[in-house]
């Protein structure tokens, strides 16, 4: 009873999700090195939330890939469940976080811009999700909750999976998609048209790549996956694989591939040079 079968057959799906996010570890990797090696990148301040959202992330999307691939060993599908139950949570805090700095930034309601503190922010964005899954480990524990099974390490129950996980993401996507909605409003009625055919071609296309930032980091893709629930749309479900596992990746090429990062490239690709030509 403590060995868990191994998984003899992958889906399509399960197979296009996992190569999404090895994709968007790929891209969280890098994205990650640049913030870090590049003060200059973000602001102090949104780096940090956003990095916290790369980790977070990042280590969600590695233990989905795990999950799929059996141990053998039960105890640790459960632990590889309840981590990644855990990550994907603090993920969505931290998304609900940068959603609610976002607005508090633009918005005209703000008058005071103050910042928020990070140590309130990690109690938040840590702390929910670990009063969730340690009482969802206490009730795996006496047998009312289930962590892994013989084909995946994750929640099996569906009406558990709602409440502890699809519950809370549902809330926070919700408030994410409000405040998007509220800001992308206000920012469009703030950005003022050019009567030149260049200029505007070119305010056109900052403010795709701003609402693109935001619809990223609010994690607004992740309504896709409430779809297929709805009777007639389960064909939706290819691109729940593809979309919420490319959320990574996105975020990585929205936030890193700017003039900053291609300066920095060039720079140390110019040092490695000059210092081997040297030698």
Request: charged share 10%; net charge positive; hydrophobic share 55%.
């Amino acid at each position: 009873h403590d060995v868990v079968p191994q998984i003899e057959s992958v889906s399509g799906i399960q197979i296009i999700s996992i190569f999404f996010s090895v994709l968007s570890v790929a891209g969280m990797l890098v994205a990650f090195y640049f913030h870090q090696s590049i003060p200059s990148m973000t602001t102090k301040h949104f780096g940090r939330m956003f990095s916290h959202l790369l980790v977070s992330l990042l280590l969600s999307q590695l233990l989905f890939i795990l999950s799929g691939l059996q141990t053998g060993i039960k105890a640790l599908c459960v632990i590889i469940a309840a981590f990644q139950h855990y990550m994907w949570l603090v993920s969505f805090m931290w998304m609900n976080v940068l959603s609610v700095s976002y607005y508090r930034s633009f918005s005209s309601f703000y008058k005071k811009k103050e910042v928020m503190g990070l140590v309130f922010l990690k109690m938040y964005a840590f702390g929910i999700p670990a009063l969730i899954v340690g009482t969802c480990l206490g009730l795996h524990y006496f047998h009312k909750f289930q962590y892994g099974s013989e084909s995946f390490c994750w929640i099996i129950e569906q009406m558990q999976l709602g409440l502890s996980f699809a519950l809370p993401v549902g809330v926070v996507i919700i408030v994410n998609t409000t405040l998007f909605i509220l800001l992308s409003i206000q920012l469009r009625s703030a950005m003022a048209t050019s009567a030149d055919a260049q200029v505007q071609v070119y305010e056109n296309k900052q403010q795709f790549l701003m609402f693109a930032k935001l619809c990223s980091v609010t994690g607004l893709v992740w309504i896709i996956v409430f779809l297929p629930n709805i009777p007639g749309l389960g064909f939706m479900n290819y691109a729940v694989a593809i979309l919420p596992s490319l959320n990574g990746f996105l975020l990585a090429v929205l936030f890193t591939a700017n003039r900053k990062s291609v300066d920095f490239v060039k720079t140390r690709v110019s040092t490695l040079f000059s210092g081997n030509f040297t030698r």
